[in-house]
């Protein structure tokens, strides 16, 4: 089993064509075929109607699964379809194997209404911190890479979220309130106030690529599973944005977060954001 940073390093130093290549070939030949394709029968509610999955979920996931693992031996995988039918396994984040987190399809609901707003999520951590990050818009052929510490690229070119215009109305995209608690709703609530645009979020892996590019001021999040936020929280990161849940620090991959929590394209309006929701608490 891989037990040392300086292996995965040189892992991605070398192979993140690799994983790239994984992600567009589980696109193209498990999720592209099936987009605006789909019969009645590979479509399934997991927890209510707003939370589907599909058969290119679950094959998509199965493909990166193995194609993953063999390109890093020790690894092992999170997947959000293998979390749902066993829970457990959502713990190997906390452990000492380097681990895939994966979520083959982040915006099943737009992928089944036939939308090109959805995209594929990979990353790479160990020991609780992201290292790598890939985010594959597949309708839209737009990829977007992040490596701790070397940056963030959408197809080729660097990102940079730069900060917002001063004088005009931050835009920050915000959770369902299907997907919130009370106390959760009442936090939310404090972006409703003058100098705040909040609208719903899509997909949260576009979402996160939208502050990367600068398009989108920042959002706020009332869930924390890894497969949604990782890969965007380092694409994020690397674009020179930054991330602050309620109690001020930054977010876990590993759980515990005080909720909601921001990802913004720049530390002070992170910082605006999360004593709006303070306040609205």
């Known amino acids: 089993m891989i037990q040392d940073i300086e ?3 040189e892992f991605l130093a070398h192979r993140t064509a690799d994983v790239e290549e994984a992600v567009r070939t589980a696109a193209a030949t498990e999720i592209m075929p099936r987009f605006r394709q789909l019969a009645a029968h ?17 094959k998509a996931e199965e493909y990166l699964t193995e194609a993953l693992v063999k390109l890093l031996p020790g690894s092992v995988v999170v997947g959000e379809e ?13 452990g000492e194997a380097p681990v895939w987190i994966v979520d ?11 939308d090109p707003g959805f995209c594929t999520l990979v990353a790479l951590a160990h020991r609780g911190v992201v290292l790598a990050s890939w985010t594959y818009a597949a309708a839209r052929d737009q990829l977007a890479v992040a490596v701790r510490g070397k940056g963030a690229l959408l197809d080729g070119e660097p990102l940079r979220a730069g900060s917002p215009a001063p004088g005009r109305d931050l ?15 009442r ?21 996160y690529l939208a502050v990367a590019r600068g398009e989108l001021d920042a959002t706020a999040f009332s869930w924390e599973a890894a497969w949604d936020h990782a890969a965007g929280i380092l694409l994020v990161e690397e674009a020179g ?4 849940t309620l109690a001020g620090e930054p977010f876990r991959i590993t759980g515990g977060n005080t909720l909601p929590f921001t990802a913004a394209r720049d530390a002070a309006t992170a910082r605006r954001v999360v004593g709006l929701l303070s306040g609205g608490a």
Do not use: M
Not at 104 to 114: A, E, I, L, S
Not at 198 to 205: D, I, L, Q, V
Not at 241 to 244: D, F, Q
């Open 42 to 58: 590979e479509i399934d509610e997991k927890s209510g109607p707003h939370d589907l999955v599909t058969d290119a979920d679950r």
């Open 241 to 244: 944005g930054a991330h602050l």
């Open 187 to 207: 936090a939310l609530l404090g972006l409703w106030t003058e100098g705040v645009g909040p609208r719903a979020c899509g997909s949260a892996g576009l979402e």
């Open 82 to 94: 293998a979390v749902h039918a066993n829970p457990a396994t959502y713990e190997a984040i906390k």
């Open 171 to 185: 835009e920050v995209a915000t959770s369902h309130p299907d997907y919130t608690t009370d106390d959760q709703k």
């Open 7 to 9: 292996t995965i390093d």
């Open 104 to 114: 083959p399809v982040d915006g099943t609901r737009q992928f089944v209404h036939g």
